[in-house]
């Protein structure tokens, strides 16, 4: 053979070595995700469905939640990609001759985006439904029961809904792209159709972003002030605690002596009212066990981090908006021919990408409180060890569909210059300047008046209570004027 032959035996070799490589990471990365995931599930589920008589039950319940427990990895990584993308791309320019991460490449981590788009797709469209269908299904009528049954009455109506699906997205191309060229693309199914209708998905889930994010970066200090222990300032602890044991001991006598008065009693409401009582003194108890630092240090430092990490995000997006007025490479786009570890993405360099990634994730986790703080959602919100099969999935549904849209989300915003990788970038709505601009006004607006409503009525509320000024018979802003009835009682 001649020299030429063996160099590109070499080079074929080396190539089929990087592949194997980055299947193995891709495995084992996922696989970590997924034990993850199963571990969370596996405390959210209610064991009641697991653990029944009828086999068969049992039997398509785990397969639904090993469904439900690769929908959520997939999230989880969707989660994971564009902050390991700016991490990867900033170690790739402080080390980019070091051996031990020869691993990380550009080939890798494109792979990853590409990896984390096709599953996106297979769970959305093809994973969840029949978990659902799955779970509802009994098999046809006149049929032999079993799982096997099950599968295929599971099986013809996903042929259905993908039939109606897929001509609700042919009319709608229709309506908005009304050319030959566009309806003859969607005859192509794994190359039009999916992205065409995961486009569309995307879409959905940043305006829910939209409307989530503002309401979780407002719903963040409440959360944050319930899991904390709050500075004292002029309460008395002691006087509350004898108040709250007299309270509860009158509420016990009279739930134990029903007969005694003259009035019936509601029996579920004094109930109800002895376990908070009973909340609210291991509450008073957890404060007055708490030491002086973390009593006095902790709760103004961490409200001052959400403060502080609000503002930059709001900041940043007012900066995006004026480069999108001054500058067109502001738009979101894919990036095509660039690769990783030649510039980096941030103007502050390596602090400015530690910043962005804070951020990130920071938004991510408002956008989950205001997701389930919404009275939209508020019945999805899981409980431990009492969630039932389809409450699982639809919350693996709701979770999916935040974090994949969660890299567009944050490059619409400005939050990264880090270009959308493979198909992520295919979306037609991210070359719309006016769309791009309305959201990010919406976003920085609605930001500012809930972060200055809440913010101010909390802190108003706090110092109101501290002074004990709400225990005044006058009515004070903020509090509920005590009704007439009431007062003369």
């Not at 006004?441 to 200055?452: K, P, Q, R």
Request: hydrophobic share 50%; with cysteine.
């Amino acid at each position: 053979m001649e020299a030429a032959d063996y160099e590109v035996l070499s080079v074929r070799e080396q190539l089929f070595h990087e592949r194997v490589r980055e299947c193995i990471i891709s495995t084992l990365l996922f696989a970590t995700l997924y034990i993850l995931c199963h571990i969370a599930l596996t405390h959210f589920k209610k064991p009641a469905e697991f653990t029944t008589a009828d086999d068969e039950d049992a039997t398509v319940n785990k397969i639904a939640l090993e469904l439900c427990t690769f929908t959520l990895a997939v999230a989880l990584g969707a989660v994971l990609l564009l902050p390991f993308s700016i991490i990867s791309n900033e170690v790739l320019l402080s080390l980019p001759r070091n051996y031990y991460i020869q691993w990380l490449n550009g080939s890798l981590i494109h792979g990853l985006w590409n990896l984390v788009f096709l599953f996106s797709n297979l769970s959305l469209i093809f994973l969840m439904p029949f978990a659902y269908f799955f779970t509802e299904s009994e098999g046809f009528a006149g049929s032999k029961k079993g799982v096997l049954a099950r599968v295929y009455e599971t099986v013809v109506m996903l042929m259905l809904l993908t039939l109606l699906v897929l001509g609700m997205v042919w009319v709608a191309s229709a309506i908005v792209d009304n050319n030959k060229a566009s309806r003859e693309s969607l005859y192509d199914f794994w190359e039009y159709y999916l992205p065409y209708l995961y486009s569309c998905i995307s879409f959905l889930g940043v305006l829910l972003l939209l409307v989530c994010t503002p309401l979780g970066l407002a719903r963040m200090f409440s959360v944050t002030g319930k899991l904390l222990v709050k500075p004292r300032l002029l309460e008395d602890l002691e006087e509350q605690l004898h108040c709250s044991a007299f309270e509860e001991a009158a509420l016990t006598r009279r739930i134990c002596n029903p007969t005694s008065c003259w009035l019936p009693l509601d029996m579920e409401l004094l109930h109800r009212q002895v376990l908070a009582l009973q909340t609210q003194r291991v509450l008073l108890e957890k404060r007055r066990k708490a030491s002086a630092w973390q009593r006095n240090l902790g709760y103004p430092l961490a409200m001052l981090c959400l403060l502080v990490l609000t503002g930059l995000s709001v900041l940043t997006v007012a900066i995006h908006i004026l480069e999108l007025l001054i500058d067109e490479a502001a738009m979101p786009r894919g990036m095509q021919g660039a690769s990783l570890g030649q510039v980096s993405f941030s103007k502050l360099g390596s602090f400015g990408a530690v910043v962005q990634v804070v951020l990130i994730f920071y938004l991510m986790v408002s956008s989950v409180v205001g997701f389930y703080s919404s009275p939209l959602f508020w019945g999805l919100r899981p409980r431990w060890h009492d969630t039932a099969m389809t409450q699982i999935i639809g919350n693996c549904v709701c979770l999916l569909v935040l974090s994949s849209a969660l890299p567009v989300f944050s490059r619409t915003l400005g939050l990264t210059r880090l270009d959308l990788l493979g198909d992520f970038g295919r979306f037609n709505w991210l070359g719309n300047f006016y769309i791009v601009f309305l959201y990010n006004a919406a976003f920085a607006g609605l930001t500012t008046l809930c972060l200055v409503k809440t913010f101010t009525a909390a802190v108003r509320a706090e110092l109101i209570r501290a002074f004990g000024l709400d225990r005044l018979p006058l009515p004070v802003s903020g509090f509920p004027r005590a009704s007439r009835k009431t007062q003369h009682q």
